[in-house]
């Protein structure tokens, strides 16, 4: 099943008629940063409206029983003050995915949620959201941009809490957690076709 939808991916792409930036190909520095492996693709609909979908993924073990792991999909319709792929854009996005995190040592307490808890708890569990988001894209020449963007928004978690990192004694069970803040951070090195 998974050889068929990337086989139709990839037939899409290639009968996508190539005439001036009509698709993207990028990747997000901050989660390359971060260690996320991520990719997005973004299509032009019409001359000011473009479709984002860019996910990450984020699967190594790190050392001292630390747990960083997670999917996330995040489709966006993108409307541009001027020309699609330059200048000034809004974005609304949807987000979904799953994670197993733990063991992050940090301080950090905001709007209502504690991330600090990730210090001596692992946490598992899906999450799905929409947003909102205002980015900006630089033309560095013929093919390449740099895109800045920031993203608010909501956040429906259920999650399984565990008593640390490394170990299975469950604590909480299928507990939710509304969340309401960033839902987005990018800083984008764009291909454009």
């Known amino acids: 099943m998974k050889r068929k939808v990337f086989l139709f991916l990839v037939m899409l792409l290639l009968g996508w008629s190539a005439r001036g930036q009509n698709v993207a190909i990028k990747t997000n520095l901050l989660y390359d940063a971060l260690m996320n492996v991520n ?20 699967c190594w073990k790190l050392s001292h029983d630390r747990r960083w792991k997670h999917w ?17 854009f809004l974005g609304v996005h949807a987000l979904g995915g ?24 692992r946490y598992q569990g899906w999450f799905v959201g929409a947003g909102i988001a205002y980015g900006y894209a630089w033309i560095l020449g013929r093919h390449w941009n740099l895109e800045a963007e920031i993203g608010v928004g909501y956040v429906y978690t259920r999650y399984d809490k565990f008593n640390c990192a490394g170990c299975g004694r469950k604590l909480l069970t299928n507990r939710p957690h509304h969340y309401f803040g960033p839902t987005k951070a990018a800083i984008n090195l764009v291909y454009t076709f």
């Not at 693709?41 to 984020?58: C, M, R």
């Not at 799953?98 to 708890?121: A, M, R």
């Open 72 to 88: 996330l999909a995040q489709p966006e319709a993108r409307y541009w003050f001027c020309d699609r792929f330059a200048g000034h």
């Open 39 to 58: 990719i997005g693709l973004e299509f032009g609909l019409a001359p000011k409206w473009t479709l984002d979908v860019s996910g990450d993924l984020n």
């Open 98 to 121: 799953q994670y197993n995190v733990g063991g992050v040592k940090n301080g950090i307490s905001f709007l209502g949620s504690d991330f600090s808890k990730l210090s001596d708890h």
